[in-house]
C-alpha cells in the first residue's frame, strides 16, 4: 500500500517515521525545508509537491496545525490555487488527523464524497510522546466502513482508536479531551506553584499528589515544573511537545462548539483567556505546559 504524508511536524514526523517503519511505502511532504530535511536524514522518501506525493496514492494522511491549513490544502484557495483533491486519485482515503473544526472536516469531506473519494477525521491525543512510541489514540468520525480500511494504517501509529461517530465527530471528542486537558494543566500548576510557594519540593509533592485524588495525566507523564520529570517538555526548556497556540486554537474551537449549541463551559472559557494571555506574554511557541510561568513567581 502506498501512503502520502503531508505534514512532517512535531507529530507528523514521528507519525510518518512509523508508518515506513511497519513497511509502508511512504511519501512525505512539508512546507517546511527544515522538516523535509530531517526527515530525508531518517530516511524517509520527500515529494517535491503535495501533489506528487498523492499522485499514485492509496491512502493520504494530512498532520497539519489548523482548520485554515486542511481546507486550504484540500480545497485550495479560489482558482490560483488548486486543491489537494483535484490531484487525488477515486477510490483514494483520506486520513485527517490534525485537530480541526468539525464543520471543516464536514466541508472537506463533503467535496472529498463528491470526487469519489472517502475522508474521516481522526485527530489524536498521547502527544509527542505517543507519536514517536506508535501509541497514539485515535479519534475517528466518518462511516464504519473507511474506518475498517484506515484501520490496519492507525494501528500502526497508535494503540487505541474509537468510532466517534460520523464526519466531525472525531473532532468533537478531540476538543472536549483537550479542553479538559487544558483546565487539568492550568490546575496542577496552580497546585504545585502553591506547594513551592510553601516551600515543599515539587517532586515529593507531585508524587503525593499522583497517588492522591488529585492525580491526573499531567502528573502522570507531563509535569509542568522543571526538574521533576526528565522527559517532559519542561524539563526541556518547554521546547517540543503541544504549543500554547495549538491549545489556545483547541480551546477557541471548544467555545466557538460551545456557543453553537448553548452549552455552558466556564472552565474552558477561563482556561482559554489564560492561555491566550500566556501567548500574549511571548510564550506561545512553547509546550502548553508552560502556562506555569503565569502562575508562578519568576526566579532570579
Ligand atoms: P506542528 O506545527 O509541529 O506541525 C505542522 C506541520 O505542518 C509543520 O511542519 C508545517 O510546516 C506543516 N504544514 C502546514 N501547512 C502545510 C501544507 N499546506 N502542506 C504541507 N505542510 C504543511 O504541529 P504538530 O504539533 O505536529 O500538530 C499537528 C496537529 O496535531 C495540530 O492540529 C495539533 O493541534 C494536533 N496535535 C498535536 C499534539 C502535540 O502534542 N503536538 C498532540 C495532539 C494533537
Not at 494530512?62 to 485554515?68: E, F, G, Q
Not at 466541508?107 to 481522526?122: R, S, T
Not at 449549541?261 to 483567556?273: C, E, K, M, Y
Request: charged share 15%; hydrophobic share 45%.
Amino acid at each position: 500500500m502506498k501512503i502520502a504524508f503531508i505534514g512532517l511536524g512535531h507529530m507528523g514526523g514521528p507519525m510518518a517515521l512509523n508508518l515506513r517503519k511497519a513497511g509502508y511505502a511512504v511519501k512525505a511532504f512539508d512546507l517546511s525545508d527544515e522538516a523535509c530535511k530531517k526527515y530525508a536524514a531518517e530516511g524517509l522518501a520527500i515529494s517535491t509537491s503535495a501533489a506528487e506525493s498523492v499522485a499514485d496514492a492509496d491512502v493520504v494522511i494530512s498532520m497539519l496545525p489548523a482548520s485554515a491549513h486542511v481546507e486550504g490544502l484540500f480545497l485550495g484557495s479560489g482558482g490560483s490555487k488548486p486543491g489537494l483533491l483535484d490531484s487525488i486519485r477515486a477510490g483514494t482515503l483520506v486520513i485527517d488527523s490534525s485537530t480541526i473544526a468539525a464543520a471543516t472536516s464536514r466541508k472537506v469531506a463533503e467535496a472529498a464524497a463528491a470526487k469519489g473519494i472517502a475522508m474521516i477525521d481522526a485527530p489524536v491525543s498521547g502527544g509527542t510522546g505517543g507519536a514517536i512510541a506508535g501509541t497514539l489514540t485515535f479519534m475517528v468520525g466518518g462511516e464504519a466502513d473507511d474506518l475498517e480500511r484506515a484501520r490496519p494504517v492507525l494501528e500502526k501509529m497508535g494503540a487505541n482508536i474509537f468510532h466517534a461517530g460520523g464526519v466531525g465527530a472525531g473532532q468533537t471528542a478531540k476538543i472536549c479531551n483537550n479542553m479538559l486537558l487544558g483546565i487539568l494543566m492550568i490546575g496542577t500548576s496552580e497546585a504545585l506553584a502553591l506547594g513551592v510557594a510553601n516551600g515543599l519540593d515539587p517532586k515529593v509533592l507531585s508524587e503525593i499528589m499522583r497517588r492522591s485524588s488529585g492525580g491526573n495525566w499531567a502528573l502522570e507523564k507531563y509535569n509542568p515544573m522543571p526538574g521533576v520529570m526528565e522527559t517532559a517538555p519542561a524539563s526541556k526548556n518547554y521546547a517540543g511537545g503541544f504549543g500554547t497556540d495549538l491549545m489556545l486554537k483547541d480551546l477557541g474551537l471548544a467555545q466557538e462548539n460551545a456557543t453553537a449549541v448553548r452549552a455552558a463551559t466556564p472552565l474552558g472559557g477561563l482556561a482559554r483567556s489564560l492561555y491566550a494571555a500566556h501567548s500574549l506574554a511571548g510564550h506561545g511557541a512553547l509546550d502548553f505546559s508552560s502556562v506555569l510561568k503565569l502562575l508562578q513567581k519568576a526566579s532570579s
